[in-house]
């Protein structure tokens, strides 16, 4: 016989658990996924804190649901990183993950992705292979290609007609050095030499040694944001600069984290990039102004802003969605979006679900006692040229 006293005890669990799932229904978790420790956790460091940034600056509701950030640290290391997906997905229930600081811990999760049919925002990785793996990343870094193109244009317009490649050896540098060539040659310009430098330990003298043998008009790099440092210091040592060779590179070399570090070497070297920590925008000065409050005055370089705009597209998407987390409709939302970034204006190609965005030609300049990459010219709306190969 069921007593009142017991229909009473059942219906406060009842509405005890009705309360419970309603919260987790009004509750979006999204995973990040980021080397916080090992020999890139200035990757992770950065993009968190970008992540946070936004978060700061736009609240932590989306569509009327609460956003609920998930971090691990998986190491640099993909096996970890596809582990941690996982278990993100399966345990965690978040209905979308972003991070990735290399291309193999984007590349790892790709098979967790296609079964679990939810987006990945990729903040840092930049091989152009990676899209091509699942139809559920979106990425908000760049393809490498992307500034290499620009960078080529502008050595031809500016009277550099004999180029030496010089880039680290692994994927993101492979394409870099063929999206410089390719258009450097079509407008005219010679390839001298195409050299490339190992990614583990570099000692870059004796290949330094080699490009002013060439003596070209200048030396295109790449080289991994972390070691740009070590690279402009045996720049200067080997006398490049003395024998009259520009250096024109990608804008990892000239790392807004890193460029008071690199110090006078810095001092006039030309590269191209999507992000400057002193882009004249109204965006970029409360971006900037939030990360250095927040993070004992850490400058914020292009990880960071790369974790700024995969939540703004993250939001975006739950907002034309009207909340509804289904992995494709969320996909769906993102395609084709346009935002305005601290970077400048940015969209999400419908086709290949990969970042357009403008480009910047800078050079490193002192302003009001620090360095600084200096924008001073724009190629705008920049696709990946490899992105229909």
């Known amino acids: 016989m069921i007593t009142r006293r017991a229909l009473l005890a059942a219906g406060v669990a009842l509405g005890c658990l009705t309360s419970v799932n309603a919260r987790a229904e009004d509750t979006v978790k999204i995973g990040l996924v980021l080397p916080m420790t090992g020999p890139f956790a200035s990757t992770g460091r950065q993009v968190d804190a970008g992540v946070r940034a936004f978060m700061s600056l736009n609240g932590d509701m989306a569509a009327g649901k609460k956003i609920e950030v998930v971090l691990r640290d998986d190491g640099g290391v993909a096996d970890q990183t596809r582990r941690i997906a996982q278990e993100l997905v399966v345990n965690d229930g978040v209905k979308m993950l972003m991070g990735f600081g290399l291309t193999p811990l984007a590349m790892s999760v790709a098979p967790v992705l296609n079964q679990a049919k939810i987006p990945a925002i990729i903040t840092s990785a930049t091989t152009s292979a ?19 193109v620009p960078v080529a244009t502008w050595a031809m317009e500016n009277g550099i007609k004999r180029v030496v490649t010089l880039v680290t050896d692994y994927g993101p540098g492979h394409d870099i050095e063929k999206g410089f060539t390719d258009q450097f040659v079509k407008e005219g310009g010679e390839i001298v030499e195409a050299v490339r430098v190992p990614l583990q330990n ?23 944001s972390g070691v740009g440092s070590l690279f402009m210091k045996q ?14 590179a990608t804008g990892d070399v000239t790392d807004d984290d890193l460029l008071n570090s690199i110090g006078p070497a810095s001092m006039g070297v030309i590269t191209g990039h999507f992000y400057s920590a002193l882009h004249d925008s109204p965006e970029n000065k409360a971006f900037v102004a939030e990360v250095r409050k927040e993070n004992d005055n850490m400058r914020p370089n292009f990880m960071s802003v790369g974790g700024y705009d995969a939540m703004h597209v993250a939001y975006q998407a739950l907002e034309k969605t009207g909340g509804d987390t289904d992995g494709t409709k969320l996909i769906d939302a993102m395609k084709g979006m346009e935002l305005m970034s601290p970077r400048g204006p940015i969209s999400i190609d419908p086709n290949t679900r990969d970042i357009v965005q403008d480009i910047y030609m800078r050079e490193v300049k002192e302003v009001d006692g620090e360095l600084y990459n200096v924008e001073f010219a724009t190629y705008p709306k920049i696709h990946d040229p490899f992105a229909a190969n």
């Open 235 to 248: 720049f200067v040592e080997r006398g490049l600069a003395d024998a009259g060779i520009k250096l024109i």
């Open 130 to 148: 990676i899209m091509k793996q699942s139809d559920y990343f979106v990425r908000v870094s760049m393809a490498g290609p992307q500034s290499a």
């Open 202 to 224: 570099p000692d870059f003298a004796p290949f330094l040694q080699r490009v002013r043998d060439s003596k070209p008009d200048a030396v295109f790099v790449f080289v991994p």
